[in-house]
């Protein structure tokens, strides 16, 4: 498991460019299959290409440190529902990261599941020593197994980590390769079928685990447009307030965007919140909350040898910018 946080590959983007100096006819955004989201609405109707007055080009991606390093070479602008640890890991490594929201929370939709046949719980959960569990590495998936596996006293080093995308962690649970496989979306809903999570999302969430993803900019962009993310949370907090109204009537539009069928669709999509502009920038969260929580996973991964070192908690907080969502309506 050790020498995971190698993997991602960082540089630091700098700029002598003024603001908003420089025009720029597309957008391109990052985001995930499989994880629906209310702003996907504006999505698939190009609101935001509409409103902005420009393309918006959607890249899906694997994986939130595959989006930091397309936001570091200028190939992405703005990371929607980027893993928050993801982020950590690469401004901690040196990426000229702005987080400028908070795109979603889901206790219950980010999970670790035990084969049935194992007959192993949050009881007897010492008996994974030995065992092999399935998960990708580097992302939140990975930090809360962590958590929830030291706060089991369990000996993380005696723990076979095989590190696979997320629809591959569930089809080695499904063959039985694996004895416990860790996923989000709907690769979570796959593996659920062959057993039974290890802690629910709300046993974690009592013990401080707080599960959410973030809309990440490149440092480069925030500085040379910053109207156009003000604009993108805009449109994005529009979204979130219609769906939050009628969420029955956008089922069938987010199902289709996300590539899901309607009934896991509308699964993942209840075990999520989708936090207005306000709470964002209240005290837990971008009020000071996530600039501490920077700092403590940082800090959990150093203590764990997954990194080297940490930054301050200056430098964490100068990684956190609600300015642009603060002009958000």
Not at 290 to 295: D, L
């Amino acid at each position: 498991m050790k020498g995971w946080v190698k993997q991602v590959s960082v540089a630091v983007i700098t700029t002598l460019l003024s603001v908003d100096v420089m025009a720029k006819d597309a957008l391109n955004v990052a985001y995930f299959l499989e994880w629906p989201s209310a702003n996907q609405v504006a999505q698939v109707e190009k609101t935001y290409d509409k409103k902005m007055g420009m393309k918006v080009n959607w890249r899906s991606f694997d994986d939130g440190n595959a989006m930091t390093a397309a936001m570091v070479s200028g190939d992405i602008d703005i990371a929607y529902s980027q893993g928050f640890v993801p982020f950590v890991i690469g401004v901690t490594k040196g990426a000229d990261l702005k987080l400028v929201g908070v795109a979603m929370t889901y206790a219950e939709n980010d999970n670790c599941v035990v084969h049935k046949d194992a007959k192993i719980t949050k009881d007897n959960a010492k008996d994974l020593e030995g065992k092999k569990v399935a998960l990708f590495t580097a992302g939140v998936t990975h930090y809360k197994m962590l958590k929830t596996l030291k706060y089991l006293n369990v000996d993380i080093s005696k723990v076979k980590i095989l590190s696979m995308s997320n629809p591959d962690a569930a089809a080695a649970l499904a063959r039985g390769d694996v004895t416990m496989a860790c996923g989000f979306g709907g690769s979570l809903t796959r593996m659920k079928k062959y057993g039974k999570v290890l802690m629910t999302g709300a046993e974690q969430e009592a013990i401080g685990l707080k599960v959410f993803d973030v809309v990440a900019v490149a440092g480069k962009f925030a500085k040379e447009h910053p109207k156009l993310i003000t604009q993108f949370l805009q449109i994005t907090e529009d979204a979130n307030k219609a769906y939050a109204k009628e969420p029955e009537k956008y089922y069938d539009i987010l199902a289709k965007a996300s590539g899901m069928k309607k009934e896991a669709a509308i699964d993942t999509l209840k075990k999520f919140t989708f936090l207005d502009a306000s709470t964002q920038l209240g005290k837990d969260w971008m009020g000071g909350g996530i600039q501490k929580f920077t700092k403590e996973v940082a800090d959990f991964f150093v203590e764990e040898k997954e990194l080297k070192t940490a930054l301050s908690q200056e430098e964490y907080n100068k990684t956190i910018d609600s300015s642009f969502l603060k002009q958000v309506k």
